[in-house]
């Protein structure tokens, strides 16, 4: 009984299309920060003369930094601290331009308790709603001394 409350106590936190997001714009020092921290010094990202002479005609920001919002809203928001990141699938549909703001978010597809883990939707959206980045992730939630195991989405 104990377990079975738990349980439904845990589900009742975590409903299906439960949502989290958070804005940020991209700055050129924090894009130049993370090109020296993973030594991705591609042109594209950190050489204006270059980028402009490229596709996207100006410096774009690492996919992977991007997508990394998705890391700080799992951690922070939903479903928290002690979250486990267990899988990420990933599809980058238009560049991240610096300076430019952008909206992630994370929404629960599906859940199981019995095993604490979570299925969300992973996207970025630019100003006007276009799809900058999409895919899924999977996470384990385990409780932390000091949480309330809900975050704060």
Known sequence: ?????????WLERYPVGRRAEARHTFRWEDVQAYARLTGDLNPLHVDSAAAARGRFGRPVVHGLFTAGLFSRL????????????????????????????????????????????LW??????????????????QVLKEEVSGSDGGGRG
């Open 1 to 9: 009984m104990v377990e079975d409350e738990r349980m439904r106590s």
């Open 120 to 137: 969300l939707r992973t996207e970025c959206v630019d100003a006007v709603g276009r799809l900058l980045v999409e895919g899924e992730a």
């Open 74 to 117: 799992l951690a922070m928001e939903l479903p928290g601290p002690g979250t486990i990141y267990l899988r990420q699938s990933l599809r980058f549909a238009r560049p991240v331009y610096v300076g430019e703001e952008v909206l992630a978010s994370v929404t629960v597809v599906r859940r199981s308790a019995r095993r604490r883990m």
